[in-house]
């Protein structure tokens, strides 16, 4: 069955009306069945499961199972599957969801028509929800008979008509409400939710500012489809870091694999690729650098141990931007600091004095090294001195400023790598400190 083939049965299904729609169901093989369905728009494929009967609907949810299924679908572009898998309705997701598997359900979850990496694929059933007019009494007793864990009945979500998402409860506050209040007057988080269509990125960071233990997620129309667990979030999170942390380290995943780079199991062409594009890019960059220091060929053959300290004082300035850079981007993955003014200002405020202090001391324990291991003169003791304070205050501002410029151009702040960083202050840490050495050795060049 080809796409056009998909795209003419959706036209045609469309034009019938429900009862048709469900005879023509009962009529075909349930593997077939199950792709017809999935091809109905959102309210005649809620029209259609509500005239089915429980057994059927059993029958055609399990039939999303099938590998044949699977394998039609997936070989569709994902703009194909766009255009002909429609959202599904919040009663069939919720059925779905229990009918299957934790394993079953991590392969059939692009089929609820959620995008990949959205937060809808992390959604899972284990939750207790119940209608906005259930006395507090009986919601207890709900949760009493409920074969859900402990860390499943946390908070009893609130519904409204056809599934709208209304709120919570905290157990807590069940405990101790009268017996006759609805659970809508209980309810509170009406804005804690977050859409099945948001990077899963972002339901991560709902749960580091909210600290919630589940986070409902809803659909465009505000119907809850389901929940994310904290502790999937959170593994989520540690799966970011670790991509993080080898972007930061200068290793780039190539397409058409463009997975991150794994030192164990990746095939090593791949680890050599991943790893030499940045080296390349960097070596060019490099170039810059060290044709600016070849032409300063003349202050160098007057001052010639000025060329001792070119390496200490470029390294200083790569290792403070890197360590400032690591901080930063710890705080926007643990959610203390976004991309706003507000934020780069304070944390601004707080690092310029560290940054100014470490200058100074790096300056003098490096002036002092100079004295006793070189025995300069004041003159280019002073161009070394200030030239490590400047970079060292220059490498801890690039540090914060590049992480809040990729945030808020929507790039991942690790992508601005520790060795780029780095060829940046190599670059910045030759011009301070051929810029001090003609201010205070120009002298020597007339």
């Not at 400023?401 to 945030?407: C, S, V």
Request: glycine share 8%; net charge negative.
């Amino acid at each position: 069955m080809t796409q056009k083939n998909l795209a003419q049965a959706k036209a045609l299904l469309a034009s019938w009306p429900v009862g048709e729609v469900v005879e023509a169901l009962r009529a075909l093989e349930a593997p077939a069945r199950a792709v017809a369905f999935r091809l109905l728009d959102k309210e005649k494929a809620l029209g259609v499961f509500e005239e089915l009967d429980r057994p059927e609907q059993t029958e055609l949810l399990k039939a999303m199972e099938d590998p044949e299924i699977l394998n039609l679908l997936l070989a569709l572009d994902p703009e194909e599957q766009t255009e002909l898998l429609e959202e599904l309705p919040a009663k069939v997701v919720k059925r779905l969801l229990a009918e299957m598997s934790p394993e079953a359900r991590e392969q059939v979850n692009f089929l609820l028509g959620f995008p990949e990496g959205s937060a809808g694929r992390l959604m899972d059933p284990h939750y207790l929800a119940l209608p906005e007019e259930t006395p507090a009494g009986e919601a207890l007793g709900r949760v009493q008979a409920s074969a859900l864990e402990p860390d499943d009945l946390e908070v009893i979500f609130v519904l409204g008509p056809g599934r709208l998402y209304r709120g919570y409860v905290s157990l807590a506050r069940l405990l101790k409400a009268p017996s006759h209040t609805p659970l809508g007057q209980l309810a509170e988080g009406q804005e804690l939710w977050i859409s099945a269509y948001a990077p899963e990125a972002e339901a991560a960071e709902v749960f580091l500012s909210e600290r919630q233990g589940l986070l409902p997620v809803v659909d465009r129309e505000g119907r809850m489809l389901g929940v994310i667990h904290a502790g999937r979030a959170f593994a989520l999170l540690q799966e970011q870091e670790a991509r993080r942390v080898v972007r930061f380290g200068g290793s780039l995943a190539l397409p058409p694999r463009g997975s991150d780079l794994d030192l164990v199991k990746d095939p090593l062409p791949k680890l050599f690729w991943g790893r030499l594009v940045w080296l390349a890019l960097l070596t060019v960059f490099g170039v810059f650098t060290s044709t600016f220091v070849a032409g300063q060929e003349e202050i160098l053959s007057s001052a010639i141990v000025l060329a001792a300290f070119i390496a200490p004082i470029i390294d200083m300035g790569g290792n403070t931007g890197s360590q400032t850079a690591t901080l930063v981007i710890r705080s926007m993955a643990l959610g203390q600091v976004r991309p706003r003014l507000g934020d780069f200002l304070l944390v601004l405020g707080r690092d310029i004095p560290v940054a100014l202090a470490l200058g100074v001391v790096i300056a003098l324990l490096e002036a002092l090294l100079a004295f006793f291991s070189k025995g300069v003169g004041t003159e280019i003791l002073l161009v070394v001195g200030l030239s490590m304070l400047t970079t060292t205050a220059l490498g801890s501002l690039v540090g914060i400023f590049l992480p809040f410029l990729a945030k808020r151009l929507g790039a991942d702040p690790a992508t601005l790598s520790a060795p780029v960083i780095t060829s940046v202050m190599d670059l910045l840490g030759v011009m301070v400190y051929f810029g001090y050495a003609y201010a205070f050795l120009g002298d020597l060049l007339r």
